[in-house]
């Protein structure tokens, strides 16, 4: 019998006994994700056979394809895909998006068309060890038949978003 009360008594004390810890409470604010326009796209100085249209395909890399009546610029200095930086917190991953399409318009109305937006990386970047990224935006010029001469601007936004994954 001696031998029962000394088990239930030490039972009882493991069953009594309490612990406690803390936990902290952590919740950082995230770095923001930014972009910025370091250079414009540019399809340069465009000459085009009257009689027929054609297209000008610009890759993210700067190098340029030309379609129908189309001819490669004179200056190619002045053509240039756009880039910008992205910033945010060292490492993550982010997606891109690029527009379907934008128009184009001189001081008359005149307008032209580009389409098929690609970026470099192309849908999904990854910041590196300083949380930096560059993106280059190339795109499709469409020129018509007869196209009017002039200086094309945007008369629609071109907006290149990213977003922390």
């Given amino acids: 019998m001696k031998k029962v009360k000394k088990i239930l008594a030490a039972s009882i004390v493991l069953f009594g006994a309490t612990a406690t810890t803390t936990a902290n409470n952590l919740s950082p604010i995230s770095t923001p994700l930014t972009i910025s326009l370091v250079n414009n796209m540019s399809f340069g100085n465009i000459t085009a056979a009257p009689a027929c249209g054609g297209t000008m395909v610009l890759s993210p890399e700067g190098t340029i394809t030309v379609t129908g009546g189309v001819k490669r610029p004179a200056i190619p200095s002045w053509v240039a ?85």
């Fill in 81 to 165: 895909a756009a880039m910008f930086t992205v910033s945010g917190l060292p490492e993550y991953a982010y997606t891109i998006s690029v527009p379907e399409n934008a128009t184009l318009s001189n001081d008359v109305a005149d307008t032209m068309k580009i389409s098929k937006f690609t970026s470099s990386p192309a849908g999904n970047g990854l910041l590196n060890p300083s949380g930096t990224q560059t993106i280059k935006v190339g795109a499709t010029l469409t020129i018509a038949k007869a196209q009017a001469a002039g200086v094309y601007t945007n008369t629609t936004e071109v907006k290149v978003t990213v977003n922390y994954n």
